[in-house]
């Protein structure tokens, strides 16, 4: 999905507001420089151009390139993680079913307007949810 600039602007904006994406951002594998220039590599137009639009203005497109293909491998990194837990039976279906239902959650919240306690509810099931499927309560318990 490309965004106009107008849209990138607005959601990065929109970014740095939302208290669900801080509660996500500060507990994923990606630093918030790889998810800008990852949201900067969906605008329409060329590398310079792209680049040019990362939050953090004067930024090369060598340097551009490196955080989008570090964000990239933390990304995949991330899906092989899925893989491997679920190919020695770390991770079963029901667990990925969780996590896919918690995907169609939060596509939910984000189209609707929700109150902070609805999303502080939210964010509490996530980390809930985060902790029963890696097992560390279990371990702790």
């Not at 490309?2 to 208290?19: A, E, F, G, M, T």
């Not at 679920?86 to 189209?111: F, I």
């Not at 929700?114 to 509810?121: A, I, L, Q």
Request: glycine residues 6%; positive net charge.
């Amino acid at each position: 999905m490309y965004y106009s600039v107008v849209q990138k602007s607005r959601l990065l904006q929109s970014i740095k507001k939302d208290s669900m994406v801080s509660f996500l951002s500060e507990r994923c594998s990606l630093t918030f420089a790889q998810l800008d220039t990852i949201l900067a590599s969906q605008l329409e137009g060329n590398l310079r151009f792209k680049a040019s639009r990362r939050d953090k203005q004067k930024l090369s497109q060598g340097a551009f390139v490196r955080t989008l293909r570090q964000g990239q491998r933390n990304i995949e990194a991330c899906m092989y993680t899925l893989i491997l837990l679920e190919y020695l039976g770390l991770a079963g279906p029901r667990d990925l079913e969780g996590l896919s239902r918690l995907g169609s959650l939060m596509w939910k919240v984000r189209e609707s307007s929700v109150s902070k306690d609805e999303v502080s509810r939210l964010m509490g099931g996530i980390q809930d949810f985060a902790e029963s499927f890696s097992r560390r309560r279990k371990l702790i318990a």
